[in-house]
């Protein structure tokens, strides 16, 4: 036991070490723009590294203690309730003054607590209609405030293709550089406002409407959990941080690619992890329901194919029971049918183009054009095989923080004939440009790592915070910016009045920027840090090594999402906030299942006392 506790702290403090390095090295490279070997980097590295500690030590503490709440029944909710009732009267009555103001505050809150832990414990369909129309209550200010909703502009562009009109991917053909699925989902929304009032009125119906399958799917996440053994506490507190936190439903319910998504993986993942540790009876429309989510991950998202084929491939290698492993291959099998019969049948018979290769390949390419602008006597093969394919100003358009210059947004025969040797040269050179390379992936990736603080570029102060996009695409047909802007109005989209989206988002950006807030709202605290936080428990603390496998295996949907987070474009954009959000309503799911776990290991603990 003995040696099994100092394996788990040494992990523990490799993790933490780990974490503060990698932190350091990003700041390094955004305040520098470099990796400089000076006197000041053992100093910050020293400072991160043990930050890393800290957090990972008091924070391991703290999860702890949020997990391990009993799983309680409405029986013991009410009696906790009316005891609870005597306390506050009884406080209320003692108190006077300032202390008879904070004792009301503290009962209010206290009775706000037990009325969501009594719906959430419901188990009756009222229950979870109660709990399902709070939630939602609670996100209905964000759905009138920002009317119609919020319009990304890469769903302009899909809309724009949906109408075979010009825009910055294609000259109006449909392709799939975004899914298709989701442009006809879009699209429709859009066509019914416009039959019933305007394109903007179906933006708007298109936000109710994803409003209410998020929150139902929220909901549905916590109740099953909570019929799992999770901890009520730790599900009330969750609950009342996916209503109040403002960047949730914002981004949950604009009209993008990403806020359709995370229902689906949302319920996918809850499954998938619950039949993976067998906490959840495998029954017939549970099957269904899994293939079914399965095949909308695949539609929804470009990423979803990976996540599905990872899961299903890891868990019929790793994970025992016939049951089980029947039902991953049927996932898969499905996923991938799904997959080769839009690419080979239903994309060619509507002349839809396949989408370019430009946005998997965005770490080489911005690793070679950092090369070819940073590093001086370049060799000649391999500037010749970048600029082949990137282009002969490849130097002039990289910007560190942003592969959408290199990348591009097409993909054509001629970049096609010149990959193959650029990869081959760009694997060839690695040996030759570590440091460089290295630089060019902390570049785009820094936010997703590094805590925000004075030191960074004033300009950059949103790039390391939760930012919200609550003013969305404007459709100002005098905008200089983009020519897709003009063309909204073909669509019958208009430039609504943003005052009070633009109120709430400076509000949003307010709060993020006091000193309590950037902590909070950290952009590296809710993508990296509690990531890595959560995976000491997972990978280090439960079980034996089979026990461990199976706690990582049913997590693999929440690690494939993490891990794209190190392959996009950029970190610190708005843009990137919607990667995050699979990250962030993964954590969630990840807690319960850790929830779960605490509870059985204490009920063996107390049968073998």
Request: glycine share 6%; aromatic share 12%; charged share 15%.
């Amino acid at each position: 036991m003995g040696k099994r506790i100092t394996l788990q702290r040494v992990s523990c403090l490799v993790l933490g070490l780990l974490l503060g390095l990698i932190a350091a090295l990003s700041e390094a490279v955004a305040v520098d723009n470099a990796i400089q070997f000076n006197m000041r980097l053992p100093f910050h590295i020293l400072f991160y590294a043990a930050l890393g500690i800290a957090f990972i030590h008091f924070g391991r503490k703290a999860v702890l203690h949020v997990v391990s709440g009993t799983a309680q029944t409405c029986a013991t909710v009410q009696s906790c309730s009316d005891a609870t009732d005597g306390a506050v009267n009884g406080a209320d009555t003692a108190a006077d003054g300032a202390h008879a103001t904070d004792s009301h505050l503290r009962g209010c809150f206290s009775r706000i607590q037990r009325a969501i832990r009594a719906t959430l414990c419901n188990t009756t369909r009222k229950g979870f209609i109660t709990s399902w129309a709070v939630l939602w209550l609670a996100w209905v200010p964000y759905v009138i405030l920002l009317y119609p909703g919020i319009i990304w502009f890469d769903t302009l562009t899909q809309l724009l293709q949906m109408h075979g009109l010009p825009n910055v991917i294609s000259s109006g053909q449909i392709t799939d550089h975004h899914p298709v699925f989701d442009s006809l989902i879009f699209n429709a929304f859009v066509q019914l406002g416009n039959v019933m009032h305007s394109g903007n009125f179906g933006v708007f119906l298109y936000t109710l409407v994803q409003s209410l399958v998020t929150t139902y799917a929220v909901t549905y996440m916590l109740k099953t959990w909570h019929n799992a053994g999770a901890s009520l506490s730790l599900l009330t507190w969750l609950y009342i941080i996916i209503a109040i936190v403002p960047f949730i439903p914002i981004f949950s319910i604009g009209m993008v690619k990403d806020s359709l998504f995370i229902p689906v993986f949302l319920l996918f993942f809850t499954h998938c992890s619950l039949i993976i540790c067998k906490k959840i009876k495998l029954s017939k429309w549970l099957i269904y329901a899994v293939i079914f989510e399965s095949i909308l991950m695949v539609l929804t998202k470009k990423t979803g194919i990976y996540i599905i084929a990872l899961t299903a491939v890891v868990a019929l290698l790793a994970i025992h029971g016939k049951q089980i492993k029947a039902l991953m291959a049927g996932i898969l099998a499905s996923a991938v049918l799904v997959q080769v019969v839009l690419a080979a049948l239903i994309f060619p018979a509507f002349h839809i183009a396949p989408g370019g290769k430009q946005e998997m390949l965005v770490v080489p390419f911005m690793q070679a054009a950092r090369v070819v602008t940073t590093v001086s006597n370049v060799d000649p093969d391999f500037k010749k095989a970048v600029t082949d394919l990137l282009g002969d100003d490849v130097a002039s358009r990289y910007v560190q923080f942003n592969g959408d210059y290199i990348k591009g947004n097409s993909w054509n025969s001629e970049k096609q004939a010149h990959l193959q040797a650029f990869m081959q040269q760009w694997a060839r050179d690695i040996t030759l440009y570590p440091k460089a390379y290295l630089e060019a992936w902390l570049g785009m990736e820094s936010s997703w790592f590094t805590l925000p603080h004075t030191q960074l570029p004033q300009e950059w102060k949103n790039a390391y915070l939760m930012q919200v996009y609550a003013e969305g695409t404007t459709f100002d047909a005098s905008s200089q910016q983009f020519e897709e802007f003009a063309r909204a109005a073909d669509l019958g989209l208009s430039n609504n009045d943003k005052r009070f989206a633009r109120l709430l988002q400076d509000i949003i950006l307010w709060i993020n920027g006091t000193a309590l807030g950037s902590t909070l709202f950290s952009r590296a605290l809710w993508t990296t840090w509690i990531v890595v936080l959560l995976f000491s428990f997972v990978f280090v603390s439960w079980g034996n090594k089979r026990q461990r496998l199976t706690y990582g295996v049913a997590i693999i949907p929440f690690i494939v999402s993490y891990l794209f987070l190190w392959v996009t474009s950029n970190s610190g954009s708005i843009e990137a906030m919607r990667y995050a959000m699979s990250v962030v309503f993964g954590i969630p799911v990840v807690l319960c299942l850790l929830s779960v776990l605490v509870q059985e290991r204490e009920t063996v603990k107390r049968a073998c006392e």
